[in-house]
């Protein structure tokens, strides 16, 4: 099985095949617009642009799992992210993906790569999070804002933390374009 082989629905609840984005970059990411986090909007964004005519792909995957930091309709949070962050890529419909619930494709890319790639943030970040009562063990999603990146032959090259900035995945998403 690979990335290709699944399908999603988008935020109009269009069904959409992931073969749709063979031989992109993709940048695949859970969101919440209620989040410490959602300012990454921004950086999203701007490496979009920046890469996009290039090949890179993001695919936002708003979820609610998190304390419940992604209220409202998967029209809303598209919305917000557009009036608030001028985000353009695309975002998807709402899913969990944690527990029994869990989008196929989540699960998939956690088997993938069960650890995040950390930064000088993530240890601090984990203690909130298990002050908070999350599970910060195994490959399930610790938080908002987890990003996965696929290369141009839909291989998961890369898990990072919620603390790890999009801006900081630059040099290597250039790489993979190159490639």
């Keep these: 099985m690979t990335i290709y082989d699944f399908k999603v629905k988008d935020a109009q609840k269009n069904e959409i095949s992931m073969d749709s984005y063979r031989g992109k970059v993709l940048l695949i990411v859970n969101t919440a617009t209620g989040c410490g986090f959602t300012p990454q909007y921004e950086a999203l964004e701007n490496l979009y642009k920046k890469y996009k005519d290039e090949g890179l792909e993001i695919l936002d995957f708003p979820c609610n799992q998190f304390l419940n930091q992604a209220p409202g309709t998967d029209e809303e949070i598209v919305e917000f992210c557009q009036l608030n962050y001028g985000v353009s890529f695309k975002t998807f419909s709402k899913i969990d993906v944690n527990g029994s619930n869990a989008d196929p494709l989540y699960t998939f890319l956690k088997n993938a790569t ?13 203690k909130v999070l298990k002050d908070l009562g999350q599970s910060i063990i195994g490959s399930n999603i610790k938080w908002n804002f987890t990003k996965f990146l696929i290369d141009r032959n839909g291989n998961v090259v890369g898990r990072y933390s919620p603390t790890y900035k999009p801006e900081n995945m630059e040099a290597r998403i250039q790489e993979l374009l190159k490639s």
């Excluded at 069960?114 to 984990?126: G, H, I, L, R, V």
């Design 114 to 126: 069960p650890s995040d790639k950390e930064n000088e943030e993530t240890s601090s970040f984990m």
